[in-house]
C-alpha cells in the first residue's frame, strides 16, 4: 500500500513515478493551465466540473489531452445518484417510452466560495456551477452522441443586472 503524501506544485505531484493519473480539483480558472501542465508530463487526467469556463476553454483541453496522447475524463457525478440511476434504469427498460425533453432542477444552500461570483474566475455562476449537472444528466439518458441543442433556465436576477419596473406609469393629460 502507498502512503498519503503531499506535494507542493503540479510539476512536483506529476513528477513523482508513482502517480498514474491526477484529478483536477482546483478553481474554474485553473482548469486549463493544470491539465496542459499534467497533459505535458504524460499523465492520465481527470477534471472536476464544471470543466471550463467557456466552450473554446473546453475545447482548448480536448485538444491539449488529445495532442499528449493521455487518457483524459470529466468527472460528473450526478448521473450515480440514486435517483437519476433509477430513472435511467427505468427508461433503458422501456417504461416510460421515447424520452424527447428533460427537465430538472437544481439548488443549494449557496456558493461556498468567493470566486463563484466573479465571472471572470468562474465562468457561467450558477447556471455554469449547477446546470452542468442537468446537462450531462440529459446527455446520459439521450445519448452521448446526440448533442444538447436547446437549453432554457430560469431564476432570481442576477446580482448585478439593473431591475426594471414591472409596469410603467402613464402619464396623464
Not at 62 to 88: M, Q, R
Not at 139 to 164: C, I, L, M, Q, Y
Request: hydrophobic share 40%; net charge negative.
Amino acid at each position: 500500500m502507498v502512503e498519503p503524501s503531499a506535494s507542493g506544485s503540479i510539476a512536483e505531484l506529476c513528477a513523482d513515478e508513482s502517480v498514474d493519473l491526477v484529478v483536477v480539483a482546483l478553481p474554474n480558472e485553473a482548469h486549463v493551465e493544470a491539465v496542459r501542465e499534467i497533459a505535458a508530463a504524460g499523465k492520465a487526467v481527470v477534471c472536476t466540473k464544471p470543466l471550463a469556463r467557456t466552450a473554446a476553454e473546453a475545447q482548448e483541453m480536448l485538444d491539449i489531452v488529445t495532442a499528449a496522447g493521455v487518457w483524459h475524463g470529466y468527472a460528473e457525478s450526478s448521473v450515480f445518484s440514486p435517483n437519476i440511476a433509477k430513472a435511467h434504469e427505468m427508461v433503458r427498460a422501456g417504461g416510460i417510452g421515447e424520452v424527447l425533453t428533460m427537465r430538472a432542477r437544481e439548488g443549494h444552500s449557496g456558493p461556498h466560495a468567493a470566486h463563484f461570483w466573479d465571472a471572470e474566475t468562474a465562468g457561467g455562476g450558477a447556471l455554469l456551477d449547477m446546470g452542468c449537472h442537468t446537462v450531462e444528466s440529459a446527455r446520459h439518458f439521450f445519448g452521448k452522441d446526440n448533442h444538447v441543442t436547446e437549453v432554457f433556465a430560469w431564476g432570481p436576477p442576477s446580482r448585478t443586472a439593473t431591475r426594471r419596473p414591472a409596469r410603467t406609469p402613464r402619464s396623464r393629460s
